[in-house]
């Protein structure tokens, strides 16, 4: 790849521990040349609020609308919270979406990656994301998808099992491919 890339990395976890930060951490280092992942903290976004907008935006949103205006692409990697996204994931859309026609959505190339404790990987919560993603006009990459389930398994120091590497790096591989699709 020529070209290089700036990625926004959200991440649907709060917590200190996370296994879908550990995850994308590990994603991140398998990625091809010319990919700059910046991880964009969103736990700190205040609930949407248009009431806010004009002279009492919170500065987390300015914050947020500033770093998310000069990337290229996104990259979500998020748990399943009760079949859906988390809800800071949410916030962190309507966030981006606002005001009304300035967007910091659309047109980016987007992937998603979710990952469960559990066997379903997420899938619940990736769709629902998907849903929002079309409305948000963001090219979200189809295939491969990552429902990453049992992630504690996959997970080691800093890295993942053998099994699950190429699998992971070829996700990574298509979605460099897919923003420069989209990016030229
Ligand atoms: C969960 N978890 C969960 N898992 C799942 O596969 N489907 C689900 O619907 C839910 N629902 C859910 C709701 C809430 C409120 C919590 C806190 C957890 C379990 C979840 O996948 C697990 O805790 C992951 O380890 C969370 O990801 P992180 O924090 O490790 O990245």
């Known amino acids: 790849m020529t070209m290089s890339y700036e990625v926004a990395v959200l991440v649907g976890s709060l917590r200190d521990g996370s296994y879908n930060r550990a995850l994308i951490e590990a ?3 398998l990625a091809p040349e010319g990919m700059n992942f910046r991880f964009v903290e969103i736990g700190d976004l205040p609930f949407y609020n248009p009431d806010l907008e004009g002279e009492g935006v919170p500065a987390a949103w300015t914050r947020f609308r500033g770093e998310m205006a000069d990337v290229d692409a996104v990259l979500f990697a998020t748990p399943e919270y009760n079949r ?3 809800a800071v994931v949410k916030n962190a859309l309507d966030v981006g979406s606002r005001p009304y026609g300035e967007s910091v959505w659309g047109g980016k190339p987007a992937a998603i990656v979710t990952a469960s404790m559990g066997a379903t990987g997420g899938f619940g919560a990736n769709h629902h994301l998907r ?4 409305f948000l006009d963001m090219p979200t990459m ?3 998808e990552a429902y990453v389930g049992k ?3 996959i997970l080691t120091d800093g890295g993942v099992v053998e099994g ?3 699998f992971l ?3 990574m591989a298509r979605f460099a491919a897919w923003v420069q699709t989209h990016k030229g």
Do not use: K, T
Not at 131 to 134: K, R, Y
């Open 169 to 171: 790096a070829g996700f």
């Open 27 to 29: 994603m991140i280092a």
């Open 164 to 166: 699950s590497r190429e």
């Open 131 to 134: 849903q929002s993603l079309v």
């Open 84 to 86: 859906s996204v988390p």
């Open 151 to 153: 992630v504690q398994d």
């Open 142 to 144: 189809q295939q491969p």
